[in-house]
């Protein structure tokens, strides 16, 4: 069994700066590439941020430049740092990883953390 744990949303005003950690743990061997999704309301879940496991990282077109993915494959923990924060970006957070086994590559989801942006 894989588990991941998420931690560092909560509430802040519009400008500011929260920074998310995920860290996996578990049957691991090793892990592919790790990413950060979000859910707002009324929405369908979307891609934030992702990295690969060497470390090339690819972001959505509305966070770019406000946030930064990065993982330390030692501890098997992704961060998002996230910057300039704005209402918009208030969502569910979901953390994901991606195993391979067996020549399968298989998804691995947090159970999320809020993040609200006043304004």
């Known amino acids: 069994q894989v588990q991941l744990v998420e931690s560092g949303g909560g509430l802040v005003q519009a400008g500011g700066s929260l920074r998310l950690s995920c860290a996996a743990s578990?049957?691991?061997?090793?892990?592919?590439?790790m990413g950060w999704y979000r859910q707002a309301p009324g929405k369908q879940r979307e891609l934030v941020a992702a990295?690969?496991?060497?470390?090339?990282?690819n972001y959505a077109d509305s966070v770019k430049g406000r946030f930064t993915i990065s993982r330390d494959n030692a501890k098997n923990t992704v961060y998002l740092q996230m910057n300039s924060l704005k209402p918009e970006d208030t969502a569910v957070y979901y953390c994901?990883?991606?195993?391979?086994?067996?020549?399968?590559?298989?998804?691995?989801w947090g159970q999320g953390t809020q993040v609200t942006v006043s304004s």
């Open positions: 990295i690969t496991s060497g470390g090339s990282t």
């Open positions: 994901n990883a991606a195993l391979p086994k067996d020549k399968h590559e298989y998804d691995y």
């Open positions: 578990g049957s691991i061997f090793s892990i592919n590439a």
